[in-house]
Nanobody, 124 residues
């Protein structure tokens, strides 16, 4: 099975930056769609960003477009989420996810493999 482990979360002041990482093991990383999702208390899980298997086709939620960048290192089997200009409303648990589908969406139901999450807290 595919296993994913997130890291890089923490606390940051508004306007700051964080880079989340997701280490992938158990299967061929280069054959996987990868996505980042987040869930704040009392809210539904939101698709933040997704990247195609070749790393060249990215999609972002409107709320993070222009501030967040998803990327993947297929040589090291690591998924990244660079988060800049962070806002308090970005505070959430962030999850990485993987799927074997050709079309890499931000729909959580498309992803059967999930990490445990890493907390991001943005103070005003």
């Amino acid at each position: 099975q595919v296993q994913l482990v997130e890291s890089g979360g923490g606390s940051v002041q508004a306007g700051g930056s964080l880079r989340l990482s997701c280490a992938v093991s158990g299967d061929s990383y280069s054959n996987l769609c990868m996505g980042w999702f987040r869930q704040a208390p009392g809210k539904e899980r939101e698709g933040v960003a997704a990247v195609a298997r070749d790393g060249n086709k990215n999609t972002y939620a409107d709320s993070v477009a222009g501030r967040f960048t998803i990327s993947r290192d297929n040589a090291e089997n690591i998924l990244y989420l660079q988060m800049n200009s962070l806002k308090p409303e970005d505070t959430a648990m962030y999850y990485c996810a993987a799927a074997f589908g050709y079309y890499c969406s931000r729909n959580a139901r498309s992803y059967p493999y999930w990490g445990q999450g890493t907390q991001v807290t943005v103070a005003s």
